[in-house]
């Protein structure tokens, strides 16, 4: 059951640069995204959130785009630094609250 | 630290035993999730529980796994007759009643030896 895909395993940026993280879903009864963010031997930490009624949502650093028709979210780092070198999960929730996780992207930002 | 309690973090059995996690959610959530990460996987849905009901359990496997999350007391994941298919990192999450954003545990690291 893949009804969220994150289709890159990894991804490597200079340190500085932006970093894309991106992130597709096939339900159309998800309605709020989120991105998690991990290291080895902890649980995921939440990151920002989009509610489908936006397209973006920025913190900081971290951005997150929506569009609604493709069935893609985007989460945008920048500039990217070394200690935001982890995994990243991507997430969609429906509203009776089931909540699914792609597979990760595994950022390294490189110094 | 209210924050989502699991224990154990680190768990070791024998095939043909049994394993139980326990999760407490964040004071004053009702919903908990479980997830399961492989070695080298991303995170797998399995169970989600409300207080004393089990909302979608489709991503359990349908033997030797069970989850409950009674009226008092945390969240308890069982795993009867353990293999070594089983050894993966568990996630509980948890989130309140207009949840959008659940929390995640530390984790229970399960080894079946």
């Known amino acids: 059951d893949q009804q969220v895909k994150q289709n890159s395993p990894s991804l490597s940026v200079q340190e500085g640069r932006i970093s894309i993280l991106n992130c597709d879903y096939t339900?159309?009864?998800?309605?709020?995204f989120l991105w998690y963010k991990k290291y080895p031997a902890e649980g995921p930490t939440f990151l920002i959130s989009?509610?489908?009624?936006?397209d973006k949502n920025e913190d900081g650093r971290f951005t997150v785009f929506l569009n609604k028709s493709a069935k893609h979210l985007s989460l945008h780092i920048v500039p990217s630094q070394p200690g935001d070198s982890a995994v990243y999960f991507c997430?969609?929730?429906?509203?009776?609250?089931?909540?699914?996780f792609g597979a990760g992207t595994r950022l390294t930002v490189k110094p | 630290n209210a924050g989502v309690m699991q224990n154990p973090r680190h768990l070791v059995r024998r095939r043909g035993q049994e394993a139980r996690l326990r999760c407490s959610p964040m004071?004053?959530?009702?919903?908990v999730y479980w997830y399961r990460q492989l070695p080298e996987e991303g995170l797998k849905f399995m169970v989600y529980?409300?207080?004393?009901?089990?909302?979608?359990e489709s991503g359990m496997p349908k033997e030797r796994f069970s989850a409950e999350f009674p009226k008092e007391g945390p969240s308890i994941l069982r795993i009867q007759q353990v293999v070594r298919g089983d050894s993966a990192a568990y996630f509980c999450?948890?989130?309140?009643?207009?949840?959008?954003?659940?929390?995640f545990g530390e984790g229970s690291w399960l080894t079946v030896v």
């Open positions: 999450a948890s989130s309140g009643e207009a949840g959008n954003t659940i929390y």
């Open positions: 339900n159309s009864m998800f309605d709020y």
């Open positions: 989009i509610s489908s009624i936006k």
């Open positions: 997430a969609a929730r429906a509203q009776n609250n089931d909540m699914r």
């Open positions: 004071k004053g959530h009702s919903h």
């Open positions: 529980l409300q207080k004393e009901n089990i909302i979608d």
